[in-house]
């Protein structure tokens, strides 16, 4: 092998930079946790897109019923009595 000044060296080191590199995991459940928050997150805000069909739908029908409670006569007070007065 013949080695120019100082490319031998590099070399070497540019291995062992690689080899420890590659071999080295120490930021990988970071990864991992980030990708598995990501994913979690975007579920949820799937869930909350497809219920909110959902609870518009129970909001109108609550809000009608009431509409229409309010708008309907009360009871009668016919038979005396004072008038609905207490």
């Not at 120490?26 to 928050?37: F, I, R, S």
């Not at 990501?38 to 909350?48: D, Q």
């Not at 009431?66 to 009360?74: E, M």
């Amino acid at each position: 092998m013949v080695c120019a000044a100082g490319t031998c060296n590099h070399r070497v080191s540019m291995r062992r930079f690689y080899k420890v590199f590659f071999s080295e995991d120490a930021g990988q459940d970071l990864v991992e946790y980030t990708l598995l928050m990501a994913f979690v997150a975007l579920a949820s805000a799937g869930l909350f897109l497809s219920s909110g069909a959902n609870v518009e739908q129970v909001w109108s029908s609550a809000n009608s019923v009431l509409t229409a409670a309010a708008t309907s006569p009360g009871p009668s007070n016919s038979g005396g009595g004072d008038g609905g007065h207490h």
